[in-house]
Nanobody, 123 residues
Framework: QVQLVESGGGLVQAGGSLRLSCAAS????????LGWFRQAPGKEREFVAA????????YYADSLKGRFTISRDNAKNTAYLQMDSLRPEDTAVYFC????????????????WGQGTQVTVSS
C-alpha cells in the first residue's frame, strides 16, 4: 500500500504561482511513476502532468504546457507540481497518483491516489 499526501494548495490571484507537493509513504518511491490530475466543480477529473520513475520522461496536458512543471525528488519521496501564470480556470482539487505501469495520462492506470488539495485562483 502506498499513501500519498498532497500539500501546497491554497488561494492565489490570477497570474500568481503555487507549488504543490506529493509525499509518498512507501519505499521504493523511485520505482513509481507519478501523475497529477485535477477536478474542477461539476467537471470530470482530468490529466495534468506525469513523470516517469527515472525522471527521463515528463508528460503534460497540451493546454498546460509552458505553465506547469512536474518534477520529483526520489531522495525525499516527494513529487512536485509547479504552477505558474495561474488562471481562474485552473481552480480545482489537485490529486497526486502513483502507478508502476500503464499509460501515464490515463487515470484508470493509476493504483494509488492522494486525498487532493484545493487550488483556488481568483480573478
Amino acid at each position: 500500500q502506498v499513501q500519498l499526501v498532497e500539500s501546497g494548495g491554497g488561494l492565489v490571484q490570477a497570474g500568481g504561482s503555487l507549488r504543490l507537493s506529493c509525499a509518498a509513504s512507501r519505499r521504493p518511491f523511485r520505482t513509481w511513476h507519478l501523475g497529477w490530475f485535477r477536478q474542477a466543480p461539476g467537471k470530470e477529473r482530468e490529466f495534468v502532468a506525469a513523470v516517469s520513475w527515472t525522471t527521463a520522461f515528463t508528460y503534460y496536458a497540451d493546454s498546460l504546457k509552458g505553465r506547469f512543471t512536474i518534477s520529483r525528488d526520489n531522495a525525499k519521496n516527494t513529487a512536485y507540481l509547479q504552477m505558474d501564470s495561474l488562471r481562474p480556470e485552473d481552480t480545482a482539487v489537485y490529486f497526486c497518483a502513483a502507478t508502476t505501469s500503464g499509460r501515464l495520462e490515463r487515470q484508470e492506470d493509476y493504483n494509488y491516489w492522494g486525498q487532493g488539495t484545493q487550488v483556488t485562483v481568483s480573478s
